[in-house]
């Protein structure tokens, strides 16, 4: 069936460097993004999102890349820091749906190395 | 402002026991979402609420699960006869409406013994 995953269980950036975590959909009638950040023992934070009829929205250190071709999407954090450290899902929501529902990925656990 | 808060933060039963798992969403939110999380996955949807109307159940794994949310604000999810498979995170969004993100409490991990 169509879901959302991702493409890395696992990402190791230095600290100060950029991270770039991705994100592969398969559901065409996707309309609107959102990454969240999750930290042990939490519930899922929002980070950013992003409706299909953008390619590209940024916020405080983040920018959330939309590339409707091949059905991708990517979150950037720049200078990540040690407080970056969760890990990150991207979830998706069917135009067509009759609820608010978010269809959510595995996640990529961003690991900092100081 | 406050948060989706959830209780309890823990529980734990013995297999055959029920469970009761509460939410307090955002004050003025309208629409609430259960979602089960189990480890090492993301939250898997299990129903959604706008005001007190159930308007979708098709994530409920069976019919031990039950969901209501009488006065249109808290909202408790009740699991009958729990079994291992049920162990899991149970977390609880709210959102303003159609098209705003969901906002997460922090969840109830249950483990059933």
């Known amino acids: 069936g169509e879901s959302v995953g991702l493409h890395l269980p696992t990402l190791s950036v230095q600290e100060g460097d950029n991270s770039i975590i991705n994100c592969a959909y398969s559901?065409?009638?996707?309309?609107?993004f959102i990454w969240y950040k999750q930290e042990s023992g939490k519930g899922p934070q929002f980070i950013i999102d992003?409706?299909?009829?953008?390619d590209k929205r940024q916020g405080q250190r983040v920018t959330v890349l939309l590339n409707k071709t091949v059905k991708h999407l990517s979150l950037q954090i720049a200078a990540t820091q040690p407080g970056d450290s969760a890990v990150y899902f991207c979830a998706e929501k069917d135009s067509g749906g009759g609820a608010d529902g978010l269809t959510f990925g595995k996640g990529t656990h961003l690991i900092i190395q100081p | 402002g406050a948060g989706v808060s959830q209780s309890p933060r823990y529980k734990v039963a013995k297999r055959g026991q029920d469970v009761a798992l509460r939410c307090d969403p955002i004050?003025?939110?309208?629409?609430l979402f259960w979602y089960q999380q189990a480890l090492g996955q993301g939250p898997e949807f299990l129903t959604y609420f706008q005001n007190e109307a159930q308007l979708d159940k098709s994530g409920l794994p069976s019919d031990r699960f039950f969901a209501e949310r009488p006065e249109g604000s808290v909202s408790t999810l009740k699991i009958q006869r729990t079994q291992q498979e049920d162990s899991a995170v149970y977390l609880c969004?709210?959102?303003?409406?159609?098209?705003?993100?969901?906002?997460f409490g922090n969840g109830t991990r249950l483990t059933v013994t």
């Open positions: 004050s003025g939110h309208v629409s």
């Open positions: 559901n065409s009638a996707s309309d609107y």
């Open positions: 969004a709210s959102s303003q409406g159609r098209g705003s993100p969901l906002h």
């Open positions: 992003i409706r299909s009829n953008m």
